[in-house]
Structures are given as structure tokens and as C-alpha cells.
């Protein structure tokens, strides 16, 4: 939160910010929220990325052998600049960035840039350097996200409503340009098509949100429990957004919006889990780089 790409406010209102409400009230509650959601291995966006990782690799293995890929954290370990440093020892000149965002927000894609472009001042001989800004467009990575919503429902039935949940940003920097909000939409609409679902059977929300001001709309935990007022009992929510799991699925959908939803009547409420690093993920994203590295030595052959 101390980015200015997510929270745009002077400098000193963004550290009062910081520092006189979110550390002191919003801490514990999120180091509870990390408790619960903790394993043996750690924190699940962290594992989740590592596998996901290993899994594309494993995919270039079979015909671009020469291609690496390091995971990096855009806050945490490791980091953008740690994972730089161990490309130079491998002696990587050229490099593929993807951000883990499907759909494009200066919050997130843009600050990947921002801390990709810190690291690299820092840096003598700069690498030959693409960037993919966003990918919510591919039609492998919708059929992906089709598929993990048509396997649930072949195992726990269909819903009387699917929600489509997006991490959400407040409203005015979609009024200023960011295209985040319409690229939602437009996964949603992509998937629910593929599925053959009916208008009135899913719905595009919005959580995660914070503080006073207007987000986008409409919430994700104020249309479940609007679901649930009205006698809708079985709902499940995906989140497209995410590429892994973390505490905003596991545990803002999984758990608290799941036990508002049924506190609120409703009956059942079902977090489809995210690609995660399934097979089809790490092929769909591998591909992606693919296309992305036309060109370059490296990739002059698709896997089959």
C-alpha cells in the first residue's frame, strides 16, 4: 500500500494512511486471516507460484530447452531484483516479463513494470526486454478457466448463480483511463459464452476493497448476501483474476464470504479454485511466452 500506483495520493496522505489506520486496525485482522489460511509449505501464493513455475519449465523442456523461467514476488521474496540477479548468473540476455495478472491495472501490471524498471537502474548490461501486459484475451487461458468451472460442476452440480469475482480498485482510476473494469467484463463474458451459460444464471463483482471510497461495483459480499435475501441457497464464485490461490480467494471467498452468505440464509456457497499449477495452466502461459518470444533464438519451435 505504500506503492503509489495502488493507493494515488500525495505521498505524505498515503503515509498517514499507511501508517495510522491500515498498520494499526487492518494488521491484525490480516495476520489472523494469514493464520488461517497457512500450511506446512508456507504461504499458498507463494507455493502456488513456485509450482507454477516448475510446471512451465517443465513445458519448455520439451522444445526450448534453453528457456528458464524465475519466479518473482512484486512485494516479498523473491523479489524482482533477486530474481534478475540469478538470470545474469545464468547468463540470460534476453527476457520475457509476465505479470500474473489476466486482465491489465496500472495497480498491478503497471507497478510490475515500475519494480522491474527499479531493478533493472541498477544493472550495467541491460537484457533485450519484452514485456505482456495482459492476457485475458487468449483463447487457450479462457478455455482453462471454462474447463475448471465445467469439472466443478460435473462434481458438485451447478449453482443457481456463478459469480465472477474480481479483485476490485477504486472507482476513479477507471474514470481516469485504467482499463481494468472493462477487461473483467470481458473475460467474464468470454467464459460464460463458452459455457453456454444463460444471462441470468452469473454475475461480475468486485471484492477486496478498502477504506471509504468508491470501488468498482457491484461488491462481491454485499451481492452475495443480496443473493441470499432474495432465497437464492447454492452459489459458487470464481475468481479469473487470479492466476493462484491466496488469502483473497482462500479466505475472503472461501471462508468469510462463505459463512456471511450462509449466515445471511443462504445454504451453500462454493469457491472454485484458480489454475493454480495444473497442466493446462503451465501450457497455456508457456505458449503465451511463445508467441511473446518469436524471433528470438530461443523460440523457434512450439512444443507440441
Known amino acids: 500500500l505504500w506503492d ?16 495510522l489506520i491500515i498498520v494499526p486496525f487492518r494488521s491484525p485482522r490480516s495476520a489472523e486471516a494469514y493464520r488461517r489460511v ?36 512484486r512485494y516479498g521474496s523473491p523479489g524482482i531484483a533477486e530474481a ?18 489476466p486482465q491489465y491495472s496500472a495497480t498491478t501490471t503497471a507497478s510490475v ?77 468470454r467464459i460464460a459464452a463458452r459455457l453456454k451459460l444463460d444471462p441470468g444464471a ?10 471509504r471510497e468508491e470501488w468498482l461495483k457491484p461488491y462481491t459480499d454485499e451481492t452475495l448476501l443480496g443473493l441470499a435475501a432474495e432465497g437464492v441457497k447454492h452459489v459458487q464464485v470464481v475468481c479469473p483474476g487470479f492466476a493462484v490461490d491466496c488469502l483473497e480467494t482462500i479466505d475472503e471467498i472461501g471462508v468469510e464470504n462463505r459463512e456471511a452468505f450462509e449466515h445471511a440464509g443462504g445454504e451453500k456457497l462454493e469457491y472454485i479454485p484458480a489454475l493454480n499449477a495444473e497442466p493446462d495452466h503451465a501450457r ?20 507440441a
Request: proline fraction near 6%; charged fraction near 25%.
Open 4 to 19: 503509489r500506483r495502488v493507493v494515488e495520493v500525495p505521498r505524505p496522505i498515503r503515509w498517514m494512511i499507511l501508517n
Open 38 to 73: 497457512w500450511t506446512e509449505r508456507g504461504s499458498p501464493l507463494l507455493f502456488h507460484t513456485r509450482d507454477l513455475a516448475r510446471a512451465m519449465a517443465h513445458e519448455f523442456e520439451r522444445s526450448q530447452p534453453q528457456v528458464r523461467v524465475y519466479p518473482a514476488m
Open 84 to 101: 534478475l540477479e540469478q538470470a545474469r548468473a545464468d547468463n540470460v540476455q534476453r527476457l520475457i516479463v509476465l505479470p500474473m495478472y
Open 113 to 189: 513494470f515500475d519494480g522491474l524498471a527499479n531493478a533493472l537502474k541498477k544493472v550495467r548490461w541491460l537484457p533485450e526486454l519484452r514485456f505482456i501486459t495482459h492476457y485475458h484475451y487468449d483463447e487457450a487461458w479462457v478455455e482453462a478457466i471454462a474447463d475448471r468451472i465445467r469439472a466443478h460442476q460435473d462434481a458438485h452440480g451447478k449453482p443457481e448463480k456463478l459469480l465472477f469475482s474480481f479483485h476490485g480498485i477504486p472507482k476513479k482510476y477507471l474514470l481516469k483511463g485504467d482499463p481494468y473494469y472493462c477487461e473483467c467484463q470481458s473475460s467474464a463474458r
Open 202 to 211: 452469473w454475475q461480475v463483482t468486485f471484492q477486496s476493497r478498502l477504506g
Open 284 to 303: 497455456v502461459l508457456s505458449e503465451l511466452c511463445w508467441r511473446h518470444g518469436q524471433g528470438w533464438p530461443e523460440f523457434g519451435k512450439q512444443a
